[in-house]
Structures are given as C-alpha cells and as structure tokens.
C-alpha cells in the first residue's frame, strides 16, 4: 500500500475510532475525563511494555487499558466522598500518574524505543511508515494499528448498538434510569472500559493530547446543530472524516504533522460551525423583533 494512502486512511479511521466513544463524553459532560484518561494510560503502557518486552503487545494493551479505569473509578471515589469539590477529583489522580510513567519511561525503559515527544503528540506518518503492516500474500491492506483501531471502533458501534436504549436513558437521566432498575454504572463502566481501549489504541497516532481534541471537538461541534442522539453521532462521525482528510491534505502540503493537523483543523471547523449557529441565532432574534 503507498504511503500516502496508508496515512490518509490511518487518519480516517483514527479519527473515526476517538469520535464515536466522544459522543457519549461530551453529552455526559465529562470531556476533561479523557485528558486524564490519555495521561493515565502511560504508566501502564511503560509497565506492559516492561514485561513483555514490546510497545505493541496485547499486555500491554491491557495494562494501560487498567490503568485509564484506575483514574475513572478512583476520580469517581474522591467525588463521591463529599471532601473534593469541582473536577480537581481528576487533577489529584492522572498527574501522578502520567509523572510516574515518564520516570519509567526515562528510568527503567530507557533501553526501550518510545519517544517522548510520541507520547505527547504521537506520531501517525511514523505509524503508516511502520513495517508493522498487514501483508496478505503480496498485498499491503495498511498498517497493523490501522486495522487495530478498526477493530475497536467496530467494537465500540456494537456495544453502542446492543445497549443503545439503556445507554441514551443512562446518558440524559441517569436517575430515572436508575429508578427503572437500569444497571447505569455497569453500562457506564463498559463505555469507559472501551474508551479507555480506544486512548491505548490511538496512543501511537495521536498521543496523550492530540487524542483528547479527536474525541471531543468532533462530538462538539456536531453538538451545535445536531437535534437527535443520532443525528449527534453521525455528524461527529461525518466532521470526522472531513477534518482528518483536509489535515491531511494540509500537512502533506506543507510537510507537517498529520494528527497535529488533524487537531488544528477539528478546532477550525468547530469555530465555523459556531459563528455560523450564533449569527443564525442572532438572525431570528432579530426577525422574532
């Protein structure tokens, strides 16, 4: 497979994997909880890669994936004791541990090759650019992480559409879903559980930041406009596609960071998209005058 194409569909499916599991975060007002997800997930990531010896393997896939759930429980546990107000639950857990993952990672795994700046920021040309490819006799279908990341979005849409009902009602009025005996922090838990799957996944392509502009400014900007739950979903899935496409195209243009771009340009259409719906709202204001 060219290059080219193996990044442009990298991006695509990338961007597609953060967006979805995005949709519910952003509805449920914790957009934040991704940030300290995608801090999170490095302690466990520098651990996994330390006992198996690799940066791709399925350990390490699962620790790091632990280690995201760590931060949603724990947040979940100083929030619930009644002792820490606002959201400085999540400030007091993911940068310790994001800190601790980066003396592993300068200490113990040193010897092993995962770049700083990677983890920051990822690094998605050099995953498209990875031997790491699917190779059917003398046909390349993309890079490893590619179809990885395929395979938690397919994952994520199944989990979405097999407790869909439950999961809306959770999402809106998780108190009368819990009154109608809805198990909400079961579906709460296994929505987290795949998020966090996604942040360990897309680690590589977009890092500990860029991950969380993928996963929310896609769901917000669809959030704008979008009147129904799935028109919501679509449309983040749509801007989704969009935005990494024209990134891409920018970048390769201007020889530049493709999920840096990718960022800049889900921000771009975002600030579009709101003057577009606050100038429309002014607009009937003035005609309901």
């Known amino acids: ?15 597609l994997a953060c967006a979805l599991p995005g949709t519910f975060i952003v509805l449920r007002k914790q957009s934040m909880l991704v940030e300290a997800i995608s801090h999170a997930v490095l302690p466990g990531i520098v651990v996994g890669a330390l006992i198996s010896g690799s940066t791709h393997s399925p350990i390490m896939v699962l620790t790091a994936a632990i280690m995201g759930l760590v931060v ?25 541990l994001f800190a601790i993952g980066v003396i592993l990672l300068s200490t113990v795994l040193h010897s092993v090759h995962l770049c700083q700046d ?21 046909i390349d279908i993309g890079p490893r992480v590619m179809w990885r990341l395929l395979g938690v979005f397919l994952l994520t849409g199944a989990y979405i559409v097999l ?5 809306k009602l ?7 879903a819990r009154s109608m005996g809805i198990p909400v922090k079961t579906i709460s838990a296994g929505l987290m559980l795949l998020l966090s799957l996604t942040v360990v996944v897309a680690f590589d392509a977009a890092g500990a930041i860029l991950v969380v502009a993928l996963m929310v400014v896609p769901p917000a900007t669809a959030l704008l406009f979008a009147r129904t739950l799935p028109g919501m979903m679509c449309a983040s899935l749509v801007i989704a596609v969009v935005s990494a496409l024209l990134g891409f195209s920018i970048a390769l243009v201007g020889d530049l960071a493709t999920s ?3 960022a800049v340009v889900d921000a771009a259409v975002f600030l579009i998209v709101f003057c577009i ?6 607009v009937i204001r003035q005609r309901a005058i």
């Open 118 to 138: 990677t983890v920051l920021t990822g690094d998605l040309n050099l995953m498209a650019l990875s031997p790491e490819h699917i190779i059917f006799g003398t």
């Open 1 to 15: 497979m060219p290059f080219i194409v193996s990044v442009a569909l990298l991006a695509v499916v990338t961007a």
């Open 170 to 176: 959770a999402t809106f009025d998780p108190l009368l």
């Open 72 to 96: 949603v429980f724990g947040a979940e546990k100083l929030r619930n004791s009644g002792l820490i107000v606002g959201d400085a639950h999540q400030g007091l857990i993911f940068p310790v």
């Open 163 to 167: 407790v869909y009902p439950k999961l």
């Open 260 to 262: 840096s771009m990718m």
């Open 277 to 282: 719906v606050k100038v429309r709202e002014h």
